[in-house]
């Protein structure tokens, strides 16, 4: 299937490449030529702009991976020139609420918005991400070869129109932050409590085999440690990218408590005025393992 692709950062460069090794047509676009280059020598073609990239596609299909911070500017560029019929996916952490409103700028084009919560981070590319999809019925259809490409067996599914994907998505980024807030949190007390020189790494091997604790998150946590068991040089900043913030706003629109999540957002917010610790340290190294985040603040 042929796709247009714009934003090539940590993971959406993965994701062409997932999509190249499956026999898709990939054409990208982006600003940074060293993404670009990097594309194209597994294969993608580049565009020089938008309008040649939608020129190169049948029917368009259009694959953003872009901060949320620019989808709009981005979408209202390509509603300029889209011709009806054109699929735009949002790959990224976008606002569900306003995910909502792009949808109908985009429909009043006659044009269809999906968007895709997509999870896995940089470890994607060889295990396959996990997609929850928002959007009408024939646009998901459309796409679903493009879907199966990069999700794991039964790692994507519809579960409404526009705006389903980035709620469920933004729910699943809030438990995200509470479950790496406990696993910080129980390795410190490991670290600073009644036994001295634990070997924090080994313990999280031993959990990672038939503990109910066990998971991607301890795994990462155990890489971690075995290559830096004191955390040195890693500030303890650790940063907030929208989704909890979203989550929490929308849950005391609702009413619901959410006080584990809502603390572990609180961390990360004191962490950035200077209250750090081995905790948020680890918080720090477990994003930089499974989504290539920076470490430190600068």
Known sequence: MKIGFIGLGKMGGQMVTRLLNDGHEVHVVDLNQQAVDAAVAVGATQATDRQELIGRLERPVIWLMIPAQFVDTELDALLQIVPPGTI???????????????????????????????????????????????????????????????????????????????????????????????????????????????????????????????????????????????????????SESGETRWALETAKELGIAMPSIEGSFNVRIASQQGETNFATKLLAAMRNKFGGHDINKS
């Open 88 to 238: 735009i996916i949002d790959g990224g952490n976008s606002d569900y609420r306003l995910t909502k409103q792009r949808a109908t700028r985009t429909s009043e084009k006659s044009a269809y918005l999906v968007d895709v919560g997509t999870s896995g981070g940089i470890l994607g590319m060889e295990k396959g991400f996990s997609m929850m999809v928002g959007g009408q019925k024939d646009a998901v259809a459309t796409i679903a070869p493009i879907l199966e490409s990069l999700a794991q067996p039964d790692g994507w599914k519809r579960f409404g129109n526009e705006g389903t994907g980035h709620y469920i998505k933004m729910v699943h980024n809030a438990i995200e932050y509470g479950m790496m807030q406990s696993y910080a949190e129980g390795y410190r007390l490991l670290k600073e409590g009644a036994y001295q020189d634990l070997d924090l790494a080994a313990i999280g091997k031993v959990w990672q085999h038939g503990s109910i604790i066990n998971s991607l998150l301890n795994e990462v946590t155990v890489q971690a440690l075995e290559e830096n068991p004191e955390l040195d040089g890693i500030d303890g900043y650790v």
